[in-house]
T-cell receptor, first 114, second 114 residues
Framework: NAGVTQTPKFQVLKTGQSMTLQCAQD?????MYWYRQDPGMGLRLIYY???????DKGEVPNGYNVSRLNKREFSLRLESAAPSQTSVYFC?????????????FGSGTRLTVV | RKEVEQDPGPFNVPEGATVAFNCTYS??????FFWYRQDCRKEPKLLMS???SGNEDGRFTAQLNRASQYISLLIRDSKLSDSATYLC???????????????FGKGTKLSVIP
């Protein structure tokens, strides 16, 4: 099993450009999450999807949109990138939203906006 | 009080030493707790869940004190390979959208020195 797969691993964008970060999991998990990690800020939740067909905002949703394409895939879109969105983005999943289990993370996307 | 608080460290300890990290959380309704490990430039990985009765996994022992709202991680006989950042994670327990979210501490950095 690959677990949680994120693409791309690295990306450089110019301010104002758009892009979509892709995430797929093969563990048959219902819940999926997007986090960003910045120095001194820890991991912050951007958006999550408790189950296929639902998405909700997390702590820092401004400037982002998400799509839960199917049970396996959960994408994160930056419509107009800003330097403040320079960060490491992690996708994660877990069996369901109320389970007493932690999440499994993908290997991350390092995004730089110039 | 921040939702999840950890001492950022760094903790610099010699090989073979015992080291303990604490983490406090503010939401008394929180139901599940975890310790994650994150190596430099890698994704966080689940180290262990934390149970009310305390639990042990090899050299690692986790404790939960609900009355005082803190979680601890004890590492015995530290190895060089234990050098990493340790994240305290709390799963909110109240109903509604919040129940789907994990809150991450900012992490405690451990360096084990030869």
């Amino acid at each position: 099993n690959a677990g949680v797969t994120q693409t791309p691993k690295f990306q450089v964008l110019k301010t104002g450009q758009s892009m979509t970060l892709q995430c797929a999991q093969d563990m048959n998990h219902n819940s999926m999450y997007w986090y960003r990690q910045d120095p001194g800020m820890g991991l912050r939740l951007i958006y999550y999807s408790a189950s296929e067909g639902t998405t909700d905002k997390g702590e820092v949703p401004n400037g982002y949109n998400v799509s839960r394409l199917n049970k396996r895939e959960f994408s994160l879109r930056l419509e107009s990138a800003a330097p403040s969105q320079t960060s490491v983005y992690f996708c994660a999943s877990r069996p369901d939203s109320n389970a007493g289990t932690g999440v499994t993370f993908g290997s991350g996307t390092r995004l730089t906006v110039v | 009080r921040k939702e999840v608080e950890q001492d950022p460290g760094p903790f610099n300890v010699p090989e073979g030493a015992t080291v303990a990290f604490n983490c406090t959380y503010s939401n008394s309704a929180s139901q599940s707790f975890f310790w994650y490990r994150q190596d430099c430039r890698k994704e966080p990985k689940l180290l262990m869940s934390v149970y009310s009765s305390g639990n042990e996994d090899g050299r690692f022992t986790a404790q939960l004190n609900r009355a005082s709202q803190y979680i601890s991680l004890l590492i015995r006989d530290s190895k060089l390979s234990d050098s990493a950042t340790y994240l305290c994670v709390v799963n909110r327990g109240y109903s509604g959208a919040g129940s789907y979210q994990l809150t991450f501490g900012k992490g405690t950095k451990l360096s084990v020195i030869p």
